[in-house]
């Protein structure tokens, strides 16, 4: 099974500060994806990456930053946080732009800024 | 008209009951359908594809309407384990969405004893 590894399960920042969230799938998938998730507004998608080096932002990115330097792994930042990025954030990958293929998520990262 | 509809819920049953969810979604040229489900405070896990033929696995059945745009989830012999929230995919055909799965908000499912 494809494993889908979100670096913190529970963070708590301040607002202001540089915020990173960390992804890393084990299967040599092409996509990655950064959703967030809040109560009455489902699944929002922030930013995606098709491959390595490259980035396309989702419905949702202002406020948010991505890299992927490397194929297995896609960090989301968040550059000043704010109080309203108080958030479940998850992070999926899926094999390829193959439209036959669901998303493999990550256990999430409930982030709480203060 | 949004593009992945679902009723909100919840949908409270009893242990053992039959239990269907609808989904509707507004492009026609969607071609891959899912149903995830989502446990409290959990990530979404991929439950089934929904092939336009129909297809089932154990006590889940899936359907397709393509004419009409719908996406159905029939549940028999409903288990306490099976309270969590369904959602339904598509993937998206527009602009930057396309090739993307596009989520449904979610039903939610609550079985009780």
């Known amino acids: 099974d494809v494993k889908v590894t979100q670096s913190s399960r529970y963070l708590v920042k301040r607002t202001g500060e540089k915020v990173f969230l960390e992804c890393v799938q084990d299967m040599d998938h092409e996509n990655m994806f950064w959703y967030r998730q809040d109560p009455g507004l489902g699944l929002r998608l922030i930013y995606f990456?098709?491959?390595?080096?490259?980035?396309e932002k989702g419905d949702i990115p202002e406020g948010y930053s991505v890299s992927r330097e490397k194929k297995e792994r896609f960090s989301l930042i968040l550059e000043s946080a704010s109080t309203n990025q108080t958030s479940m954030y998850l992070c999926a990958s899926r094999l390829s732009r193959d439209v036959n293929y669901g998303y493999t998520f990550g256990s999430g990262t409930r982030l709480t800024v203060v | 008209r949004k593009e992945v509809e679902q009723d909100p819920g919840p949908f409270n049953v009893p242990e053992g009951a039959t239990v269907a969810f609808n989904c509707t979604y507004s492009n026609s040229a969607s071609q891959s359908f899912f149903w995830y489900r989502q446990d409290c405070r959990k990530e979404p896990k991929l439950l089934m594809s929904?092939?336009?033929s129909g297809n089932e696995d154990g006590r889940f059945t899936a359907q397709l309407n393509r004419a009409s745009q719908y996406i159905s989830l029939l549940i028999r012999d409903s288990k306490l384990s099976d309270s969590a929230t369904y959602l339904c995919?598509?993937?998206?055909?527009?602009?930057?969405?396309?090739?993307?799965?596009?989520f449904g908000k979610g039903t939610k499912l609550s079985v009780k004893p």
């Open positions: 990456s098709y491959d390595v080096k490259m980035k």
């Open positions: 929904v092939y336009s």
């Open positions: 995919v598509v993937n998206g055909v527009n602009g930057g969405s396309q090739g993307n799965l596009i």
